[in-house]
């Protein structure tokens, strides 16, 4: 019963990495940082509590969470591939610009600067070993299906193979056709869509938004795109990982024989850790990070 416990507890701690990192993987792979999917996750997180609150009705904040992961996206987007910024600055921008327009919009909206008010979500009364409320969740099965939704596009759609090619060689895809920018522009839509969703789990799950509620969320699913080698499967593996470690951390937290503060770095030290193993070995797209024309 512990064990299932565990196992459920996992699975529910994994779905935001598992969103994420699942448009992390989109946007490597056609050649743009995902650095802004902290910024993405927190900025859906703030739209579904805000459009689940207005509309009565979780739905609505899904769809609203959608839109604002994605609108940052683009903003992304405009930067990186229309004027051709630097992407690390820009993703270091987008989370910033998150993080302060999160809490300015906070306090105007719900005249509070630490939470919203109850909104409402898809959870039902917890049961047993939990997964009687992860079944009724229709999140966790978006989050289940993204990875592999994720990998057939990539390899199975002429669009996975554009960006694919982008990500790889842009001015060979370039000159047999392949619209670039728009490949790219697509490419980052769909990733911040899919990280706004991630935002939109944790808001409608904890029935609330909190002030910067991603707690570096949105960094950890980067980490599991690198240490999965921009390979959606191990990705999403790297995932359930990174989401055990995180489990462990929160079940340590009850017993007096380690510091807290040091059960609090479980999840980091394993993210650097495998990081550390990882690159050096690992080849990322050969355009990645490059603006060129």
Request: glycine residues 12%; charged residues 10%.
């Given at each position: 019963?512990?064990?299932?416990?565990?196992?459920?507890?996992?699975?529910?701690?994994?779905?935001?990495?598992?969103?994420?990192?699942a448009g992390g993987v989109l946007s490597e792979r056609?050649?743009?940082?995902?650095?802004?999917?902290?910024?993405?996750?927190?900025?859906?997180?703030?739209?579904?509590?805000?459009?689940?609150?207005?509309?009565?009705?979780?739905?609505?904040?899904?769809?609203?969470?959608?839109?604002?992961?994605?609108?940052?996206?683009?903003?992304?987007?405009?930067?990186?591939?229309?004027?051709?910024?630097?992407?690390?600055?820009?993703?270091?921008?987008?989370?910033?610009?998150?993080?302060?327009?999160?809490?300015?919009?906070?306090?105007?909206?719900?005249?509070?600067?630490?939470?919203?008010?109850?909104?409402?979500?898809?959870?039902?009364?917890?049961?047993?070993?939990?997964?009687?409320?992860?079944?009724?969740?229709?999140?966790i099965w978006m989050g289940a299906l993204s990875i592999?939704?994720?990998?057939?596009?990539?390899?199975?759609?002429?669009?996975?193979?554009?960006?694919?090619?982008?990500?790889?060689?842009?001015?060979?895809?370039?000159?047999?056709?392949?619209?670039?920018?728009?490949?790219?522009?697509?490419?980052?839509?769909?990733?911040?869509?899919?990280?706004?969703?991630?935002?939109?789990?944790?808001?409608?799950?904890?029935?609330?938004?909190?002030?910067?509620?991603?707690?570096?969320?949105?960094?950890?699913?980067?980490?599991?795109?690198?240490?999965?080698?921009?390979?959606?499967?191990?990705?999403?593996?790297?995932?359930?990982?990174?989401?055990?470690?995180?489990?462990?951390?929160?079940?340590?937290?009850?017993?007096?024989?380690?510091?807290?503060?040091?059960?609090?770095?479980?999840?980091?030290?394993?993210?650097?850790?495998?990081?550390?193993?990882?690159?050096?070995?690992?080849?990322?797209?050969?355009?990645?990070?490059?603006?060129?024309?």
């Amino acid at each position: 019963m512990i064990f299932l416990a565990l196992v459920a507890q996992t699975v529910r701690i994994s779905m935001p990495y598992l969103f994420a990192s699942a448009g992390g993987v989109l946007s490597e792979r056609s050649g743009l940082i995902g650095l802004g999917l902290e910024g993405y996750m927190l900025a859906g997180a703030f739209t579904a509590a805000l459009g689940s609150y207005y509309g009565q009705n979780p739905w609505v904040g899904v769809i609203a969470g959608v839109g604002g992961g994605m609108a940052l996206a683009l903003l992304y987007a405009l930067c990186s591939i229309r004027y051709k910024a630097d992407q690390v600055v820009v993703g270091v921008a987008i989370n910033l610009l998150a993080v302060g327009a999160t809490r300015f919009f906070l306090r105007l909206v719900f005249r509070s600067s630490s939470n919203s008010p109850r909104v409402p979500g898809f959870s039902v009364v917890e049961t047993g070993t939990g997964f009687l409320a992860l079944a009724h969740n229709p999140l966790i099965w978006m989050g289940a299906l993204s990875i592999p939704a994720v990998a057939w596009l990539l390899y199975r759609t002429p669009f996975g193979l554009r960006v694919r090619a982008v990500g790889e060689h842009p001015g060979a895809a370039l000159s047999v056709g392949v619209p670039v920018p728009k490949v790219q522009w697509i490419a980052v839509a769909l990733s911040g869509a899919l990280a706004g969703l991630g935002g939109a789990y944790l808001a409608l799950d904890q029935h609330q938004f909190s002030d910067q509620m991603t707690a570096g969320r949105g960094f950890i699913a980067l980490a599991a795109v690198i240490f999965g080698r921009w390979d959606p499967v191990r990705v999403g593996f790297a995932c359930l990982l990174f989401a055990a470690a995180e489990t462990m951390e929160i079940r340590l937290q009850g017993t007096s024989q380690i510091p807290g503060q040091f059960v609090q770095m479980i999840p980091y030290l394993l993210t650097i850790v495998a990081l550390a193993g990882v690159v050096g070995r690992a080849v990322p797209p050969a355009a990645l990070g490059k603006s060129g024309d």
